[in-house]
C-alpha cells in the first residue's frame, strides 16, 4: 500500500465512531466527574497558597498555573486522539498513549517506549492509592473533630477509619463511570456547600489589606505554585473519563466539557484563596476551616460536609488504580471468574489502604512528595513530551513557535518538579526530626 493511501485511510478513520462503550457517561456526566476529579480537599488549603504567593501576585498566578494546566490536559487528550487516528485504534488510556506515540516517534525515543509506559501507571498507581489512603485520614479526622467538639468523645482516628470502611466498602465496588455519576454529584454538592459556608464566614467579618501581603518572597514561589498544580489537577481521571463519554466529540470543543469545568473551577479557587488570606492573613492555617470558630454549628458543619463529600468521591477515586490493575490481571482469569476476582481484588486493595492509613496516619508529607512528584510529571512534562514528539520533526508551524511555546512549558515542569520535591522533603524531615 503506497503512503498516499495510508494517508487517505488516516484520514477517513474516525475513532469515535469505532468506539464501542457498553454503558457511556453523558456529557452532563462527564463534567460532574471533571469537576469531581479537581475538587477535594486542596481547595481548603488555598489561602494557605496566597499567604506564600501574596494577594496579587497569587491572584495571577493561580490563574496562569490553571489555564496552563488546562492547556496540558487539551496537549494529552488531543495528542490521544490524533493518536488513535493515526494507529486505528478507537480508544486509548493515559499509558496506551504514551506507548503508542513513543513507539512511533524517533528511533531515540522508541527504544524507551516500554519503559516510559510502565513508568506512567507506575506513577498513577501511587498517586492514587496514597490520595485515597488521604482520603481516608482526612475523613476519620473530620468525623474525629465533629464529634469530640460536639459530644466530647475522644476516640482514636483509627477507630473512626475502621468505622467509615463499612459504607466506603460498597462505594468502592462500583465499577461503572456511569453509575459514579450520582456519587460524584453528592460529593460535589457537598463540597461545594462547605466551601460556601466557609466563604459566608470569611466574608461576614470585616477585613483589611494593609497587612496583607501582595508579593510573594523567592523563597515562597515553589511552595505556592506547587500547591496550586497540586489543588487543581485531576490528570489521571482526564482520558478514563473521555474515553467513556458518549459524546466525546464534546470534551474538548471551545465551551466543551474541559474548559467550562476548568472556568468553574479556577473561579473557585480563586475566590476561596483570595479572601481566605485577606481575612486570616499571618494567622492562615493549613486547611482554612480550622480557622472557622469551633463553637458555631455551621462552622463545625463544614468539617462534617466535607468529610462525607470526600468519601462519596472515593469511587471515582478508586476507579483509576483499579482500572490499571484489572487490566493487567483480568487475562490470568477465566471469564466466569471476572465478577468475583474483580470484588475480591477491590476489597482487597481497600484492607491494604485501611492497613497504611491506620498504621501511618501521618501520611500526609509523603503524600505531598509523591504529589508534587507526579503533578509535575503527569500533567505537564509527558503531556508536553507527547506533543513534541508526535509533531516530530515538522509539525511545529510558523517559525516552530508550538516547539518553543512546549519548551517554555517543559522548564516550567521542570521547576514544578524540583522545587516542589525539595519543600516536600524539607516538611517531612521537620516533622521526624
Known amino acids: 500500500m503506497s503512503s498516499v493511501e495510508c494517508i487517505h485511510r488516516e484520514d477517513e478513520y474516525d475513532p469515535f465512531e469505532h468506539r464501542k462503550v457498553e454503558k457511556p457517561t453523558s456529557t452532563i456526566g462527564t463534567f460532574i466527574h471533571m469537576i469531581k476529579g479537581s475538587l477535594g480537599t486542596g481547595i481548603m488549603a488555598m489561602p494557605l497558597a496566597f499567604k506564600n504567593g501574596g494577594l496579587i501576585f497569587g491572584a495571577i498566578g493561580t490563574v496562569v498555573i490553571c489555564v496552563i494546566y488546562t492547556h496540558c490536559v487539551h496537549l494529552l487528550v488531543g495528542t490521544s486522539q490524533k ?11 493515559y499509558a496506551e498513549t504514551v506507548h503508542a506515540v513513543f513507539s512511533d516517534g524517533p528511533s531515540k525515543v522508541r527504544r524507551i517506549a516500554k519503559f516510559t509506559t510502565g513508568f506512567v501507571d507506575v506513577m498513577i498507581l501511587i498517586q492514587s492509592i496514597l490520595t485515597c489512603c488521604l482520603f481516608l485520614i482526612f475523613i476519620a479526622k473530620s468525623l474525629h473533630d465533629v464529634i469530640y467538639n460536639q459530644l466530647g468523645v475522644d476516640w482514636d482516628v483509627r477507630i473512626y477509619i475502621l468505622i467509615e470502611l463499612v459504607p466506603i466498602i460498597f462505594i468502592t ?18 463540597l461545594i456547600t462547605s466551601i460556601g459556608i466557609t466563604l459566608y464566614f470569611i466574608l461576614s467579618e470585616p477585613f483589611s489589606l494593609e497587612h496583607r501581603n501582595m508579593w510573594p518572597q523567592w523563597s515562597t514561589v515553589a511552595s505556592f505554585a506547587s500547591a496550586v498544580l497540586f489543588a ?38 480563586s475566590v476561596t484563596g483570595f479572601f481566605g488570606y485577606a481575612q486570616y492573613g499571618e494567622k492562615t492555617e493549613g486547611s482554612v476551616t480550622l480557622n472557622l470558630p469551633e463553637d458555631n454549628p455551621w462552622a463545625e458543619s463544614t468539617r462534617l460536609l466535607s468529610g462525607i463529600g470526600i468519601m462519596f468521591s472515593l469511587g471515582l477515586s478508586y476507579y483509576v488504580p483499579m482500572d490499571i490493575l484489572w487490566n493487567h490481571m483480568h487475562q490470568r482469569l477465566s471469564k466466569q471468574w471476572h465478577n468475583w476476582g474483580q470484588i475480591i481484588v477491590r476489597f482487597t486493595m481497600l484492607v491494604i489502604l485501611a492497613a497504611v492509613a491506620i498504621g501511618a496516619p501521618e501520611i500526609s508529607p509523603f503524600v505531598g512528595l509523591v504529589g508534587s512528584f507526579g503533578s509535575s510529571t503527569l500533567a505537564i512534562l509527558i503531556p508536553v513530551a507527547l506533543d513534541v514528539i508526535f509533531r516530530w520533526p515538522s509539525g511545529f508551524g510558523r517559525m516552530k513557535w508550538v516547539l518553543w511555546k512546549d519548551v517554555v512549558l517543559f522548564i516550567f515542569g521542570m521547576f514544578i518538579l524540583v522545587a516542589g520535591t525539595y519543600f516536600s522533603l524539607k516538611d517531612i524531615v521537620a516533622i521526624y526530626e
Open 83 to 93: 493518536a488513535c487516528k493515526k494507529g486505528q485504534i478507537p480508544v486509548l488510556g
Open 232 to 269: 487543581i489537577q485531576g490528570i489521571r481521571y482526564v482520558l478514563p473519563v473521555e474515553n467513556k463519554m458518549k459524546h466525546p466529540q464534546h470534551f474538548l470543543f471551545r465551551f466543551g466539557v474541559l474548559n467550562l469545568a476548568m472556568t468553574f473551577l479556577i473561579s473557585l479557587y
Open 173 to 190: 465496588q462500583i465499577r461503572e463511570l456511569k453509575y459514579l455519576v450520582p456519587f460524584s454529584l453528592i460529593s460535589n454538592a457537598l
